[in-house]
């Protein structure tokens, strides 16, 4: 059964932001809500995938991570993304300048491997970020919304920023403005 999209209102993340007590957390859920991705397009970020060119942070989107396989020796796969326009480019917005600054050198100072920006060695848990999330939206008194709904968020974020439809559904990897106006 498809559950109903929710999403959060600027004020409402930053509170929930205010909360997160954790680098490591707060650039994760940052990430999520100023970049509109997918958290399997997150999940599947490596070091490479993360540029910095004049200050500006730039995700490089070109692979899903999934972790519905039926190969019981692995836990996840690494796919390409979900269609052929999800393969992107996104600039990150100011917000999250000085925070993947911060984060990247914590990375380097502390010798965190590159083969997932955020993870490691390896991706980061379901569960583990699902509970994280769901314990910070508590503190905050924030309406329960689905990690995905940052996603919705993000959009509904740009939409009210005026920014043309067109835009934000590249910007989100759709392939036609249809699918966005119907999320």
């Known amino acids: 059964m498809k559950q109903e999209m929710q999403i959060w209102e600027l ?15 707060k650039t994760f859920y940052m990430s999520l809500f100023y970049s509109g991705c997918r958290i399997g397009e997150l ?12 200050g500006v942070y730039y995700f490089n989107i070109n692979k899903n991570l999934t972790r519905k396989t039926l190969d019981t020796n692995n836990k996840y796969l690494i796919q390409p993304p979900k269609t052929a326009t999800s393969n992107r480019i ?4 100011n917000e999250m300048t000085k925070q993947l600054t911060e984060y990247t050198e914590y990375k380097k100072a502390n010798g965190i491997g590159s083969a997932f920006f955020f993870g490691g060695d390896g991706p980061v848990a379901e569960m ?8 910070y939206a508590e503190a905050a008194g924030l309406k329960h919304i ?3 709904d940052l996603r919705h968020s993000h959009a ?13 559904s590249k910007r989100l990897g759709h392939s036609n403005i249809e699918m966005t106006l119907k999320k």
């Not at 509904?156 to 934000?168: A, E, K, M, Q, R």
């Open 90 to 93: 996104i600039p990150l917005p």
């Open 43 to 54: 999940l599947a970020l490596s070091d490479s995938d993360v540029s910095c060119t004049d």
């Open 128 to 135: 583990t970020y699902s509970r994280y999330f769901n314990k």
């Open 11 to 25: 004020d409402e993340f930053l509170r929930f932001q205010q909360k997160i007590d954790n680098l490591f957390w």
């Open 146 to 148: 689905r990690i995905h």
């Open 156 to 168: 509904s974020l740009l939409i009210h920023l005026n920014v043309p439809i067109t835009v934000i």
